[in-house]
């Protein structure tokens, strides 16, 4: 047909001036990071810890605690001193809670700025305290807490509003000369997410942490955070990222990762290409797939495994990939890198697909 070959592109970002969350550059062509939030009773120093050190393994850059109490403000110490990634103090009303992350040695706060000048104007403080530390600031502004001035303004949640509000919030620390800022605005329906993102890219070049927020359940909230992160970030839009599905925090830093390596924007460590199924199934490919899912969770090498129901797509898929399976007549045809291997029952398939793996990386140097 004489069509232009044209290569699969990772898209190019926005230029926005970077800043350091602890060790985690954000903006400035750093690589967006992916960050959660812990789910447990901040003040349980142990438990919190624990939960950390979980998403950590699962990939996550930075992590984000709340702090709603003198209690969970007093255990901060404790927590940045043993986290292995950056912490960031969430703290919406008392400006004291602030000035203690940052002496506790928190790599970054998120205010609400607008909050803290209505009920005790400690804003010109914070900016002080925060420059010296080194420590950057996240404005987060929410549909569901949106200034009432604003929502007056506009009549809803609108972009114009969430971005109107954010950058009036950023300007509260503008005023005293503090810009080390990332800018969240974050709203339930990932269109008012793009559209809001777009407008706020336009209007200024702080970083952007993006969200879709109270996303939903597992599989609607990383598909709503998909659909919005994947447009903005095919125009450049987006640097660091958070998935707000009602699921454990594992499951959130997981999704990010999918969705940064799925755009090449992370490098991708294990991709299952599984075929989901049809009349000429010979196997449970469903269960089949997951088990292998599961048991190459946390493989330290970055592999392609191909889990292929029957011989029309089978071969096909697994020669393509770095490892495969084809199934049928209750037997797997194992692949590795192209060529088949052996044959084995049905039920030994993970575990073969697991010793060719270990036989295939155990060459190669450990990441
Ligand atoms: Fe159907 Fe076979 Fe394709 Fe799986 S690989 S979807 S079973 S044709």
Redesign the pocket.
């Known amino acids: 047909l004489g069509l232009p070959a044209l290569p699969a592109q990772t898209p190019v970002r926005r230029r926005t001036r970077q800043i350091h969350v602890g060790d985690v550059p954000v903006g400035g062509g750093a690589p967006i990071s992916v960050q959660t939030m812990t789910t447990t009773l901040t003040a349980d120093v142990d438990a919190t810890l624990r939960q950390i050190a979980e998403v950590t393994a699962a990939g996550c850059d930075i992590i984000r605690i709340a702090v709603p109490s003198q209690d969970d403000a007093d255990a901060l110490p404790a927590i940045t001193a043993k986290s292995p990634i950056p912490v960031i103090a969430d703290i919406h009303f008392q400006p004291r809670y602030v000035f203690q992350a940052i002496d506790a040695g928190c790599a970054g706060v998120r205010v609400n700025p607008g909050n803290i000048k209505k009920f005790d104007d400690k804003v010109g403080e914070i900016a002080k305290a925060a420059g010296a530390a080194g420590v950057a600031i996240r404005i987060g502004v929410n549909a569901g807490s949106l200034d009432p001035r604003l929502l007056a303004k506009y009549g809803s949640a609108t972009p114009g509003a969430l971005v109107e509000s954010a950058l009036w919030e950023a300007s509260l620390f503008e005023e005293h000369g503090f810009t080390d800022l990332k800018i969240a605005v974050k709203h339930h329906d990932p269109l008012t997410v793009i559209a809001a993102n777009r407008l706020l890219a336009d209007a200024c070049d702080y970083p952007l942490h993006l969200g879709v927020t109270e996303a939903g359940t597992a599989m609607q909230g990383a598909i709503k955070s998909a659909a919005a992160f994947a447009i903005l970030l095919a125009e450049g839009i987006g640097d660091t990222i958070r998935v707000s599905i009602s699921d454990h925090p594992v499951q959130q830093v997981k999704a990010g990762n999918h969705i940064l390596s799925s755009l090449g924007l992370r490098p991708r460590k294990l991709e299952i290409v599984s075929?989901?199924?049809?009349?000429?199934?010979?196997v449970d490919?469903h269960r089949l797939a997951g088990q292998v899912e599961a048991a190459f969770d946390g493989f330290p090498h970055p592999l392609r495994v191909a889990v292929?129901?029957?011989?029309?797509?089978?071969p096909g898929e697994s020669r393509e990939a770095d490892l495969g399976v084809s199934c049928g007549n209750g037997k797997g045809q194992i692949f590795v890198r192209g060529q088949v291997v052996r044959t084995v029952p049905e039920s030994h398939v993970v575990e073969a697909l697991l010793d060719e793996a270990l036989r295939l990386t155990d060459e190669a140097p450990a990441p």
């Open positions: 075929c989901p199924g049809c009349g000429r199934l010979q490919i292929m129901g029957c011989v029309v797509n089978g």
